[in-house]
């Protein structure tokens, strides 16, 4: 691998893949820098980047002329709210986007590598103390999530029919520095910030699995160097809490660190639509190829998130969270 397309390199786990890799390869960029995208991101970093749709016509132009090998594609739209209030949009970038890129690529045919990032969102709810494996049956239930299982399925199919030289990496949820503040863990920490108080959704009993974007990426690398065509690998931590619990640990965190926090400092509104109980995913077949890769622990993974939003309010003020649904259901689109 030698010259290394990268989408979406602009949004927040794109720009750590890029760090971690750009001394080792020729890295290309693509991205359309929507909301969550910025340049700001890729700060010293040596890439080239193309501000492109990769759902546009230019995609084959770009692999011919820059020779690329090997894609990576972190390109997608990938907030739950967003995708319930304007569904279309997913399916553009997160299906037709996909289908753009793969048949590009074939008719370019020199792609030895195609390494697909999902969700585990795509297994849908997990139930009391069970885990998905990579065979776990697909359960989709957001247009996010439903998005991101068809463009999988549609590669794999890919590669069954025309040999795509394909892996699938499905991460659990991932915090870090830059990370666009309509997530939990920057919406929470910023708020506070500012001395409002934390959003939370219903009772925030809902569980999700946690990893230090530092350690998905480095994982990624892995994958994509030594990691086997044609096979689906789970990237989870095992860290799993309820987002309650997440908002709680933050708010301790910044007590200690100093800041001064709102009286109140939650508040409760309607839970959304749709609101997954539980995520939980089986990455024991990762593990066993490469051993453990957790380095990052939560809560204390939590302390530079916290550092790096307080000496960054520039790169965070006036950030647009417009299409944000924190209301009562009845304002989403269903």
């Given at each position: ?267 409760k509104i309607a839970n959304r639509p749709g609101n997954d109980f539980r995520y939980a995913i089986n990455s024991s077949k990762l593990i066993k190829k490469f051993g453990p890769y957790i380095t990052k622990k939560f809560p204390e993974g939590l302390e530079d998130i916290i550092k790096w939003y307080a000496s960054h309010k520039n790169w965070y003020e006036n950030v647009d969270t417009s299409a944000n649904i924190y209301k009562n259901n009845k304002d989403y689109l269903r």
């Amino acid at each position: 691998m030698k010259n290394i397309l990268i989408t979406g390199g602009c949004g927040f786990m794109g720009s750590h893949f890029i760090k971690q890799i750009h001394n080792d390869y020729n890295v290309i960029n693509i991205d359309k820098l929507t909301y969550c995208g910025t340049l700001k991101n890729l700060n010293k970093v040596n890439c080239c980047t193309y501000v492109e749709d990769i759902a546009n016509d230019c995609i084959p132009d770009i692999l011919s002329e820059k020779k690329i090998d090997t894609i990576v594609n972190f390109a997608a739209n990938t907030h739950v709210d967003r995708s319930i209030s304007n569904p279309r949009e997913f399916l553009e970038t997160d299906i037709l986007g996909v289908f753009n890129l793969v048949y590009s690529s074939l008719k370019y045919k020199g792609i030895k590598r195609f390494i697909h990032i999902e969700t585990d969102e795509v297994y849908g709810p997990i139930f009391e103390e069970n885990e998905a494996d990579e065979n776990h049956i697909l359960n989709p239930t957001s247009p996010y999530a439903a998005s991101k299982a068809s463009a999988g399925l549609l590669l794999l199919s890919y590669k069954k029919t025309y040999g795509l030289p394909l892996i699938l990496i499905r991460p659990c949820n991932c915090f870090g520095p830059n990370q666009h503040i309509e997530k939990l863990i920057p919406f929470t920490i910023t708020r506070l910030l500012e001395n409002k108080p934390a959003i939370l959704h219903g009772k925030g009993i809902e569980i999700r699995e946690w990893m230090h974007s530092s350690d998905c990426v480095s994982m990624i690398r892995k994958i994509m160097e030594e990691g086997e065509i044609g096979e689906i690998y789970n990237l989870g931590s095992r860290i799993r809490k309820q987002n309650i619990d997440v908002i709680h640990a933050i708010i301790s965190k910044m007590y200690k660190l100093g800041f001064n926090l709102p009286t109140i400092p939650i508040e409760k509104i309607a839970n959304r639509p749709g609101n997954d109980f539980r995520y939980a995913i089986n990455s024991s077949k990762l593990i066993k190829k490469f051993g453990p890769y957790i380095t990052k622990k939560f809560p204390e993974g939590l302390e530079d998130i916290i550092k790096w939003y307080a000496s960054h309010k520039n790169w965070y003020e006036n950030v647009d969270t417009s299409a944000n649904i924190y209301k009562n259901n009845k304002d989403y689109l269903r």
